[in-house]
């Protein structure tokens, strides 16, 4: 079967409009906290709503994951794709703070979905040596909506903005008619109804598969302290560092997952080159590492143009990691739990820069801005490295079995 099937395709349409919507809210988040009244306060107030929505990306992550095991990957899709599609064409009709807070609640609990549904379908679907080129080619493609929410935000009106990304998800829908459920699923379902599916208590209940679990997460931390605070308060981070000129959001988002790209397809080509899931990873959460780093200390005083390069650099060791991890989370588990661990670890890895901005913005009023996510960068990376070398190697894995729950 080829990479560009209908599944392929569908998901990696899907994950587009999934990014497009998740990040849109940081690239507009000034202007439309301006727009309704909170001017001066775009940082703080910002937060919370940036963690409401993180928030329900953690509730839907484990609702969607639970039903993609029970009902299939496609209900999934829909569902998923459905929500968030009204949520975020509403955001475009919002006046006060409370409306605000509670379509991005809701936005993010249909965002958490779909890009695990995708990557699972994809992952049962593709023959196990294509297996990461199409997962690859999700986290590329989809990746690829920061970009064009970045410059729609930057040549529309923020309520336009988000009333795109509600239509682009509306038109997603009518692509999914064409996909198929995946045959590994159907066969776990016909082979019997002894077999437990989706339970998710039942991977905290067992140590070894609660430390599978585990290390997917912690390995995917520093992405989204990256994404999620070095990118997204980019404006602060370039008075702190005293730029020649002042830092837009949409362009540093823009920037970063221009080199978010070009990680996705650095990760995937080099894991399957080496034949290791594993080795792949642990170079890039390195990488990672030392370019967020830099990215805080060696930016002092230089001009605008060249912190938007390095958040190219931050975005390509970033999409490296993610489209490996990603990758990796479907091929640890069996067919019975694949798409709740496939849709609860990216929402779990997205959901963490909920305690990281908490401590960021507690460590900032104590110790300064820079040496606050230097402090953080340093202890997710190393935690992060600690976990990818714990976990099991999965290049070339048969997916096709169940967990004995």
Known sequence: MGLLNAAVIVAALGYFVDIYDLLL???????????????????????????????????????????????????????????????????????????YAFLRFFAGFGLAG???????????????????????????????GAIVGGWVAQHYNWRIAYELGGVLGFGLLLLRISVSESGVYKSMNHSGQGIRKGSFIHLFNHRERFSRYAYCILAGIPIWFTIGIL?????????????SAPVTTAKAVMASYTGFVIGSLAGGFFS???????????????????????????????????????????????GACWAIIITL??????TNLRATVATTVPNFIRFSVVPMS???????????LIPAAVSISVVVSVIAFLASAQIKESFGKDLNYVENL
């Open 25 to 99: 809210f940081n690239i507009v988040r000034v202007d439309s906290l301006k727009a309704i009244g909170f001017e001066g306060r775009e940082l703080v107030f910002g937060a919370i709503l940036h963690n409401i929505q993180m928030s329900g990306m953690l509730i839907g992550g484990i609702a969607w994951g639970v039903l993609g095991d029970k009902r299939g990957r496609l209900s999934v899709l829909f569902g998923s794709i459905f929500i968030y599609s009204v949520a975020n064409f509403l955001n475009g009709w919002i006046n006060t703070f409370t409306e």
């Open 358 to 368: 908490l401590v960021f913005l507690a460590l900032k009023g104590e110790i300064g």
């Open 114 to 144: 779909e890009l695990g549904a995708g990557v699972t379908l994809v992952s049962e679907i593709l023959p196990a040596k294509s297996r990461g080129y199409g997962t690859m080619l999700v986290a590329a493609i989809g990746v690829m």
């Open 329 to 334: 989370a479907a091929e640890q588990f069996g």
């Open 272 to 318: 399957q080159w080496i034949k290791s899931r594993v080795y792949a990873l642990k170079l890039f959460v390195i990488l990672n590492a030392l370019t967020s780093v830099a990215y805080l200390v060696l930016l002092n005083e230089v001009n605008a143009s060249t912190l938007y390069e390095m958040c190219v650099l931050l975005g390509t060791t970033s």
């Open 231 to 243: 990118v997204a308060y980019a404006p602060e981070f370039g008075k702190a560092l005293k730029l």
